[in-house]
């Protein structure tokens, strides 16, 4: 889908129209194919609860009728069923079939376990991101962090926890504004620090710490006198100090992010190694996977844009596949 949409934003650049319009189809496109993989998933769960069932069935062992979870014993112990949940939820999150996530980890939320909470308090992180409306989104995302805040203070020492907090915490302040994602910022680091540290080997926590350093790295001039407003030592950092961190995440988990591949070409650019920043930006741009989410979607035409940007590519080339396949041969 990546490369097709590619074709058609330089058609649309070659004939001058509306930038918006091309970045609106390549969101669309991403949706519909998003949604097609859920609208198949209510089908067969609503079908199911359609089946005749006996009334002596429990909310939990009706989630089982539709095939959510293996069968429960007879005298399954309470911890028992919490793992099937997440077991569940785990699966669900791999294939990317966010509305049944959600809709499983509400029917079945257990305020007493911070696994249940911190995975549910992710779930609403990731309707907020599918949903175009402003007010649902900002919905989603505050009813996350109330179940995020719940989780930490169940578990301190659980790095999902600190990470999907500070996580959650700058996304809320994002309806707020920049004064306030500035306020957060040292707090927002500081719980990424703690995952890392309770779990060294967590790439998505490295690569939020290398995000946040890009981001006060590359800080416009008006925001830096907010933070200086704000903060008698406002936060900032270094691109050498993003470059660590995102590099150690690719390190850890190789391609487990697409938005890991933009940051890393983004920053190499912005330390002048134009061909490390081009391959990285291309790898994200040509990288296919099963259950691609539009997430990563937008992490492809982000490196689309910067290419185009940094003038490393025409948008009269030919597609970067294709052309590949005959250089190969």
Not at 23 to 38: E, K, M, S, V, Y
Not at 53 to 71: D, G, H, L, N, Y
Not at 73 to 79: L, N
Not at 209 to 219: E, K, N, S, T, V
């Amino acid at each position: 889908m990546a490369a097709s949409t590619e074709k058609l934003y330089r058609l649309l650049q070659f004939f001058k129209q509306s930038r918006k319009i091309t970045l609106g189809f390549h969101r669309n496109q991403a949706r519909i194919q998003l949604l097609r993989n859920q609208w198949c998933t209510l089908q067969n769960y609503s079908a199911l609860k359609l089946l005749p069932r006996r009334s002596t069935i429990t909310s939990i062992t009706t989630v089982c009728a539709v095939s959510w979870f293996k069968k429960t014993e007879e005298g399954e112990t309470e911890v028992g069923k919490k793992l099937s949940v997440v077991e569940k939820a785990d699966e669900l999150y791999s294939a990317n079939e966010t509305i049944a996530l959600y809709n499983l980890l509400k029917d079945n939320v257990d305020e007493t376990d911070d696994e249940v909470l911190w995975r549910l308090a992710r779930a609403c992180c990731d309707m907020s991101k599918m949903t175009q409306n402003f007010i649902r989104k900002r919905e989603y995302m505050y009813e996350g962090f109330e179940y995020i805040k719940k989780a930490i203070k169940l578990n301190d020492n659980n790095f999902a926890c600190h990470k999907w907090f500070a996580i959650l915490l700058d996304k809320t302040a994002e309806f707020e504004g920049t004064k306030k994602r500035i306020e957060n910022a040292y707090l927002v680091k500081q719980h990424f620090v703690r995952a890392v540290e309770l779990n060294p080997k967590d790439a998505t926590s490295m690569y939020s710490i290398g995000h946040w350093c890009y981001l006060f790295a590359d800080m416009s001039w008006f925001n830096k006198k907010i933070a200086s407003a704000i903060f008698s030592t406002p936060p900032s950092s270094t691109f050498e100090e993003a470059l660590k961190y995102l590099e150690m995440a690719e390190e850890a988990d190789p391609d487990f992010y697409l938005w890991n591949h933009v940051y890393l070409g983004k920053t190499y650019l912005q330390l002048g190694e134009v061909e490390k920043g081009k391959w990285y930006l291309n790898r994200a741009r040509e990288m296919t996977r099963k259950n691609i989410s539009l997430d990563e979607h937008e992490a492809q035409m982000e490196a689309f844009r910067t290419l185009l940007n940094h003038k490393l590519i025409d948008p009269k080339d030919n597609d970067p596949k294709k052309k590949k396949a005959e250089e190969s041969s």
